[in-house]
């Protein structure tokens, strides 16, 4: 079974969506409050971005389960408490909550990939204590994760896991109705393994299932204005502020 966008109110306002990937993060840390500021300032309502579960349970704002990549520490970021995380230099600032997201931008939409399992309980509790089922929409690469969270959040928006996407969209080109998971928008890159995800044409199929059509991660503009031409809800994009100049010409 399906949900029209329509009837969410994640979904409510004009499209296309700007989606800011990790926040606007040019001069300042992925994931951070700063690159989150940097997004809402710019004029973006839609942040995507992921959580990952620290030792204590809490939800954490962070891509990766470790910590190399963003910072001069190594080993995991499940390995240490929330209190330690936000001591973690990451550039002038630590890791923060979800919690702490929600509270500090109480009028934008959050779009939340949950990274590993020992995020789920955090996440409920976040998103339930801020009062924010009606503004940020759930979902993981797996399917097992994406159903723990929304079985616990049943009005909470959602887009499809890639397997139960790959699923869906292996029968819309044998152009047979998928059965489907409760979802409201597909989130998918343009194209996988060579195959492309987004036309025209699929475009209307999914349009007709109900279902938003949000593109990742689209950087450059010429880019941005072929996938609106085809008619995409939304571009997820580490240039949010190009996004934006596109949206509104």
Known sequence: MTFRTTDHPFFAGRTPRVFAHRGLHRDVPENSASAFRAAVDAGVSFIETDVVGSKDGVAIISHDTSLDRVSNRS?????LTAAELAEVDLGGEGFI???QALEQFPDTRFNIDVKDAAAINGVVSAVHDAGAVDRVLLTSFSAVRRRAVTRRMPTVASSPSATEFLALASAIRMGLTPPLPRVHALQIPE????????????VDRYHRLGLEVHVWTVNDEATMRRLLSMGVDGIVT?????????VDS
């Open 97 to 99: 909550s979800l919690a």
């Open 75 to 79: 080993g995991r970021v499940g390995r």
């Open 238 to 246: 580490d240039r949010a502020d190009i996004a934006l100049g596109v």
């Open 191 to 202: 194209k996988a393994n060579g195959v492309s995800l987004v036309t025209e044409q699929l």
